[in-house]
């Protein structure tokens, strides 16, 4: 009961954090900001963390944990890697427009400079290219993805793509809720069929 307990507090922390960070920046953000957001004293989030650093360490911990299990369902489905890659943007989108604040974090906390990110931090950044980095491996194989591209330029490509066309969604509020609907859809047209057309075939 009391492990229980715990836990639901560090939740509380954890949510609370990710809040305010989204909210005023990290460097703004302070222990006692995250204790009033949380509804608990400053005293009991030193029972869990030594400094907010800490906490920003913890809620990545904790993504990355999701983005595993995450990745060994998608991986226990008969589909072929284009299939999966669709899933993969579709739950992206849901997940970051459902979680506006969490994937307002996640980006602006993963692309700062190198001295700045924490360890978990990086091990997410490498968590999300190496099970790509898998899947593209599978493509090759089964003959879906070409050899001769380069994979680290593919995965810039579809975390880039896939990052910056649901921020415009948060950005561009008059096309949100296009981009919800239809965003996953139409990016992964473009990585399926190319953006060009071929000039002397018109």
Request: glycine share 4%; proline share 2%; with cysteine.
């Amino acid at each position: 009961m009391a492990r229980k307990r715990a836990q639901e507090k560090k939740e509380w922390i954890r949510k609370a954090a990710i809040s305010i960070i989204a909210r005023e920046g990290f460097y703004n953000c302070t222990t006692d900001k995250i204790a009033e957001e949380a509804g608990v004293s400053v005293g009991t989030i030193y029972n869990y963390f030594n400094n907010k650093k800490e906490i920003l360490s913890y809620i990545f911990k904790i993504e990355c944990i999701k983005l595993d299990i995450f990745f060994s369902s998608l991986k226990k489905k008969d589909f072929s890697v284009p299939k999966i890659i669709k899933l993969l943007i579709d739950k992206y989108f849901k997940y970051t427009f459902r979680n506006q604040e969490l994937a307002r974090l996640l980006h602006d906390e993963s692309n700062k400079s190198e001295n700045e990110i924490t360890r978990e931090i990086y091990n997410y950044i490498l968590s999300v290219r190496e099970h790509l980095r898998e899947l593209l491996d599978e493509g090759v194989e089964e003959g879906t993805v070409p050899r001769n591209y380069n994979p680290d330029i593919i995965i810039n490509v579809i975390t880039g793509a896939a990052t910056v066309t649901a921020f415009c969604g948060f950005i561009q509020e008059e096309n949100i809720e296009y981009i919800y609907n239809n965003g996953s859809d139409e990016l992964f047209n473009i990585f399926l069929n190319g953006i060009f057309l071929d000039p002397e075939e018109n």
